[in-house]
Nanobody, 121 residues
């Protein structure tokens, strides 16, 4: 069983930056892809970014490409999401999850509890 804990969320003004972290424990974290998803009130959970087991491959949603960067440190069992140029439409609860290198939430089997990101002036 794997446990994932997100941190780093908060309130930021438009144009600002936040860095989210996902800390994992409980199984061979480095063997799996890690994805970030987000869910805004009244909306479905949507794909944000994913990184493969080695960190050599990444994929981003079009809405965040060029603004967000995903990275991982397998020695520390952590995955980070650097978010720059944040906009109000980025407001959501952000989740990390382990699974396959994929954009669909159904391909991920372990999820964190989420961290709130609010972009507002």
């Amino acid at each position: 069983q794997v446990q994932l804990v997100e941190s780093g969320g908060g309130l930021v003004q438009p144009g600002g930056s936040l860095r989210l972290s996902c800390a994992a424990s409980g199984r061979t974290f480095s063997s799996y892809a890690v994805g970030w998803f987000r869910q805004a009130p009244g909306k479905e959970r949507e794909f944000v970014a994913v990184i493969n087991w080695s960190g050599g491959s990444t994929l981003y949603a079009d809405s965040v490409k060029g603004r967000f960067t995903i990275s991982r440190d397998n020695a520390k069992n952590t995955v980070s999401l650097q978010m720059n140029s944040l906009q109000p439409e980025d407001t959501a609860v952000y989740y990390c999850a382990t699974g396959r290198f994929h954009t669909s939430p159904s391909e991920y089997d372990h999820w964190g509890q989420g961290t709130q990101v609010t972009v507002s002036s």
